[in-house]
DNA sequence: ATTTTATATCGCAATATTACGATATCGTAT
DNA sequence: ATACGATATCGTAATATTGCGATATAAAAT
């Protein structure tokens, strides 16, 4: 096996899941950070304040990418890298609602 | 490789990575609602409404227990687990202080 | 045209995750 | 004591992730 079985889940579980799969690294933290932080990013700084490899950051740049939390446009001869405004907020959204929905009070032991 | 190079981010990056990590699959979410709607949850009905075999399921529970998002006590014969409120307060925190680092008016690109 | 610079992709090795059958454990009822 | 029901653990196969060196690509500078 080895397959998370998506088929019996809800399409919202399976969306949040990919969402979340795609920030639970701390790389991919780290290179969101920066994104944020510093509003004009691009994939050669990351290499030099980072401890990775160009070959590793430019693989989480595209999984965040292809889970679109993020969106890249070439500047010339770099490319510059931001936050898609859209997956981020069905992000804060989503996993708002299911955050939100234990309200801690009642506890059952 | 396959191993992730904790040692160079922070604590706080790795934290909230783990965290995520532990809820970023449809089962794990799934298996979380129903802690939350039905405030007594006990591993069996899972079994039964979740369409995967009771070894996984098991399985899906421990890690949230590791993680520390869930807490089980022994409850006669079957076990009761619920949220453990002190992380879950953890994550909306640390996700929330992340999500909302971001400002999503000036965009470069 | 050639070199330089920035990023992407390929291919691989190491490790992690997912799922499940089989089996173990352990409290409860008989 | 034995059998039963609920959950945990073990072992294993399939697949996914992580990281990186090597190489490819492509725009800009020389």
Known sequence: MGLTKS???TDEQNQLST????????????ILQRIIISNTCICGDLVGELG??????SQHLKELKTAGIIQGTIEGVSVCYCINPKTWKLLEDQLGAFLGSYK??????
């Open 19 to 30: 969402l979340l799969k795609a920030i639970a690294h701390p790389a991919r933290i780290a």
């Open 7 to 9: 088929e019996i889940f």
């Open 104 to 109: 801690g009070e009642l506890s059952c032991c």
């Open 52 to 57: 990775l490899a160009q070959a590793t950051i």
